[in-house]
């Protein structure tokens, strides 16, 4: 059976790419598809996906590359229905919700099977992690375009054999908004790496890309105001990614960059725990990774978190997106006493082996082969 792989486009790496790295680990020999890459942009990745056989659409070609992806998102059917997959017996797309993967061109024999990270984020309401499209001269653009987007969205997502969903969160946006019904695989957590031992430090950490749906300025301003260390490591993603890291600033508050493999394991296993604010996560890989080192975590009650995180067990849940919320959350965090065992042991639930044992079920289940 000949399989292919479909993803949006591949740029930062972050969970939607850990995933397709996991779908290639167990089908190899499948090429990937997608509107365009940028390989300087790979980072720890590049290594393994430079290897990859992908091939790009025509979309390669536009201007202002890769600075207009969010312009380019009203064209970007176009980028998959001009991609001729009818030759593969089974398709299986990553679909990230920045654009529209299930365009491509597929025979009457193919199965079409869709791992959905979430449907997009800016049709739907869900803040995103650029305002490019909400600038007031964009805006009625915007408002038209989403308009027959959202048409375009539900119509191909009836095209697919099967759903696959990152978490019952989006899979009851799944059903919500394509009025489908989706199985639930959790995607792949890389397990605990090697690390220098030390002793556990008195910092709260936070790792992640610096863009703006991640609340990052409201954990700086409450470490300052309410004064608890907070260590920030991650990249600014575009314009609105710089000017968050160049408001990261107060003597509580440390900005470490991009960091190594290495110095991101040693964070994750001296940190006293882990923030995570996003104000409506899909599924919140974020949370899983400290929980593999025994680290608690502090979380907005809300989205994905809901199925990562276990109230006073796992971590503390911030109830308002408010820095008295944070601080609240944080006395209650310093108040009780972690099981690190108890976090490890939940944390496997989402191990990579997990996933791949899944995903091979419910393709076998849904097209016959693995």
């Given at each position: 059976m000949?399989?292919?792989l479909?993803?949006?486009?591949?740029?930062?790496?972050?969970?939607?790419?850990?995933?397709?790295?996991?779908?290639?680990e167990?089908?190899?020999?499948?090429?990937?598809y997608?509107a365009?890459?940028?390989?300087?942009?790979?980072?720890?990745?590049a290594g393994?996906m430079?290897?990859?056989?992908?091939h790009?659409s025509?979309?390669?070609?536009l201007p202002?590359l890769p600075?207009?992806i969010?312009?380019y998102?009203a064209?970007?059917?176009?980028?998959?229905?001009?991609?001729d997959?009818?030759?593969?017996?089974?398709?299986i797309v990553?679909q990230?919700g920045g654009y529209?993967p299930n365009a491509?061109?597929i025979g009457?024999q193919?199965?079409?099977i869709?791992?959905c990270h979430?449907?997009?984020?800016?049709?739907?309401?869900?803040?995103?992690?650029t305002?490019?499209?909400?600038?007031?001269y964009w805006?009625p653009?915007?408002?038209?375009v989403?308009?027959?987007?959202?048409?375009?969205?539900?119509e191909?997502?009836q095209r697919?054999l099967a759903?696959?969903?990152?978490s019952?969160?989006?899979a009851?946006?799944?059903?919500?908004?394509?009025r489908?019904?989706?199985e639930?695989?959790?995607?792949?957590i890389?397990?605990?790496?090697?690390f220098?031992?030390?002793e556990?430090?008195d910092?709260?950490l936070?790792?992640s890309?610096?863009v703006g749906s991640k609340n990052?300025?409201?954990a700086?301003?409450a470490a300052?105001?309410?004064?608890?260390?907070?260590k920030?490591?991650?990249?600014p993603i575009g314009a609105?990614?710089k000017e968050?890291?160049?408001?990261i600033?107060?003597?509580?508050v440390?900005?470490?960059g991009?960091v190594s493999e290495?110095?991101?394991?040693e964070?994750?296993?001296q940190?006293?725990?882990f923030?995570?604010?996003?104000?409506?996560?899909?599924?919140?890989m974020t949370t899983?990774?400290?929980?593999m080192y025994g680290?608690?975590?502090?979380?907005?009650?809300?989205?994905?978190?809901?199925?990562t995180v276990?109230?006073?067990?796992t971590g503390?849940?911030?109830?308002?997106l408010?820095?008295?919320g944070?601080n609240a959350?944080?006395?209650?965090?310093?108040k009780?006493?972690?099981?690190t065992e108890?976090?490890?042991?939940q944390?496997k639930?989402?191990?990579k082996e997990e996933?791949?044992?899944r995903?091979?079920?419910?393709?076998s289940?849904?097209?016959?082969t693995a």
């Amino acid at each position: 059976m000949k399989i292919a792989l479909v993803h949006d486009y591949l740029k930062e790496p972050g969970g939607a790419e850990a995933v397709l790295a996991a779908f290639k680990e167990i089908w190899p020999e499948a090429p990937v598809y997608t509107a365009f890459k940028f390989p300087k942009f790979w980072g720890r990745m590049a290594g393994v996906m430079s290897k990859w056989e992908i091939h790009e659409s025509w979309g390669k070609y536009l201007p202002f590359l890769p600075n207009w992806i969010s312009y380019y998102t009203a064209i970007s059917p176009k980028f998959f229905s001009s991609m001729d997959l009818s030759d593969f017996d089974v398709v299986i797309v990553s679909q990230t919700g920045g654009y529209f993967p299930n365009a491509v061109k597929i025979g009457p024999q193919t199965k079409l099977i869709t791992y959905c990270h979430t449907p997009p984020r800016f049709l739907y309401g869900y803040p995103t992690a650029t305002s490019a499209r909400y600038k007031w001269y964009w805006r009625p653009v915007s408002a038209a375009v989403n308009h027959f987007l959202r048409m375009t969205d539900f119509e191909l997502a009836q095209r697919p054999l099967a759903f696959i969903a990152n978490s019952k969160n989006v899979a009851n946006r799944i059903r919500k908004f394509y009025r489908r019904e989706a199985e639930v695989v959790y995607p792949p957590i890389e397990g605990v790496r090697d690390f220098k031992k030390a002793e556990k430090g008195d910092y709260f950490l936070i790792i992640s890309r610096i863009v703006g749906s991640k609340n990052i300025e409201l954990a700086v301003a409450a470490a300052n105001k309410y004064k608890f260390k907070l260590k920030i490591a991650g990249r600014p993603i575009g314009a609105s990614g710089k000017e968050i890291v160049s408001k990261i600033n107060g003597q509580m508050v440390e900005y470490l960059g991009e960091v190594s493999e290495q110095r991101k394991a040693e964070l994750l296993a001296q940190a006293k725990g882990f923030l995570a604010l996003e104000a409506e996560a899909d599924f919140g890989m974020t949370t899983v990774e400290p929980q593999m080192y025994g680290m608690p975590v502090v979380a907005f009650r809300k989205g994905g978190y809901l199925e990562t995180v276990e109230g006073n067990k796992t971590g503390v849940f911030v109830n308002e997106l408010t820095l008295e919320g944070v601080n609240a959350a944080i006395i209650k965090f310093n108040k009780l006493k972690w099981n690190t065992e108890y976090i490890k042991k939940q944390a496997k639930r989402f191990s990579k082996e997990e996933f791949k044992k899944r995903m091979v079920e419910l393709v076998s289940k849904y097209a016959g082969t693995a």
